[in-house]
């Protein structure tokens, strides 16, 4: 699998921010539109190409597993693996504990995986992390992945300092109840900061306790989303 990878150095060096690892989603409808912040100093990205495994809704691996390079998606976020999310119709609460769980993370990762399919990638680096990982713009097959996320409701913007387009595809899907966006769902922040058992045997109910004593939850839609047309495009 190395010897199908190209790691192609970018030609010149990107004076850009690194991404936090967990940005605060709350913030950034009231920086919308505002001048991204100044840069400290000048880094060199690579672009990666060629086939990748997806690990989770916004990271993709280049090379052999255990051998190679992770890189996520830029511009947003998605629910982690062992992440729950709730349906958000809740009807029968006599006989029925909680609302029905939905598997957010494992849902956000098939539509990528489904997405990428066999198809080689490629992911212009725009910067690092805090947590060293490469962010980057990926596309496969013209597609651009994070677009394509935020547009079937599988991730929302992790950032004020966002493309217009990216931030319609949001509003689109909030609008047309698609993804995560027609459950309950802890805000991912709040998700990875609270959660204590992180492992893929989590329980439902453990993000049902989480979410009633929430200070952010990211659905269902916002309350200006909530008298648009339904969308029927996906």
Sequence with gaps: MRNRLILAIAASSLALPAFAADPIYQNWHALRGQAAPPVAAAVR?????????????RTLWFGALGNGYKVRLAGIDTCQLPQWAL?????NRD??????????????????????????TTCVGLAYANDGIAVAQCTTNGVDLAAEMLRVGWARLDSPYINAQYYAHQTNAMAARYG?????????NEWRRKAVDKTLDRHPIADFNLLAERKSEISPPFADARNKP?????
């Design 230 to 234: 339904k969308r029927t495009d996906r």
């Design 87 to 91: 349906n958000s119709k809740w009807t």
């Design 180 to 188: 995560m966006w027609r459950t309950y769902v802890l805000d991912m």
């Design 45 to 57: 990205l690579p672009t990666f190409k060629g086939p990748v495994t997806v690990l989770d809704g």
């Design 95 to 120: 006989k029925q504990q909680a609302p029905t769980p939905v598997p957010c993370g494992p849902f956000a990762k098939a539509w990528l995986k489904r997405t990428v399919g066999n198809r080689p």
